[in-house]
């Protein structure tokens, strides 16, 4: 089945690019374009995309805003963030609002449509530069915390989700996860599943910020 695919940016000729990239692909579908957020939230509730390809500065609704909007309800499509601006802010903004991933526009086309199929198949995907951005400011607090007002979140998980909840953390794949166990690969995805939905996550990017977040992984420090 194809991967349906709404594409959002305000410059058309960057728009009308990535739309030519992405229906030249057998397996996916450009549904829909836009370059207004809001306008890119009505269109995901008529077209019912898989993944949504969301610039962040825009005119009128920004890409962030649109991405909060279209995530809320936890059934909407997973949005991977698109953008020009290398900006931490932005980086973990999005990731806050449930954005499943996180490309710059200068990636190669195959690391575009390969993060388009990632995504679609329910995992996040981020720039190698913002993955390693990203431990680093959880590493020097620049990273706030989500408030603990509520029992810890993975109270309710077994004792092998929670460490593969912490190997996921780590930036391990299902494989290498199961090599390190000794298990199948298909095990491990089952027990990634569990976890996710235990957790109340979209996918791996959202359970590696809370992991962060609870302070169950520490960064290597050099």
Known sequence: MSVRVLVVDDQRVVRAGFVAMLDAEPDLTVVGETGDGAAAVELAGRLAPDVVLMD???????????TGLLTAAGAGPRVLVLTTFDLDEYVFRALRVGASGFLLKDAEPEELLAAVRVVAAGDGMLAPTVTRRLIDAFATGGVVAAAADSPSPVAGLTPREREVLLLVASGLSNGEIATRLG??????????????????????????????????VRPRVP
């Open 183 to 216: 298990v199948a690969t298909g095990t491990v995805k089952t027990h990634v599943n569990g976890l996710l939905a235990k957790l109340g996550v979209r996918d791996r990017v959202q359970a590696t910020i809370l992991a962060y977040d609870l302070g169950l």
């Open 56 to 66: 962040i500065r825009m005119p009128g609704m920004d890409g962030l805003t649109a």
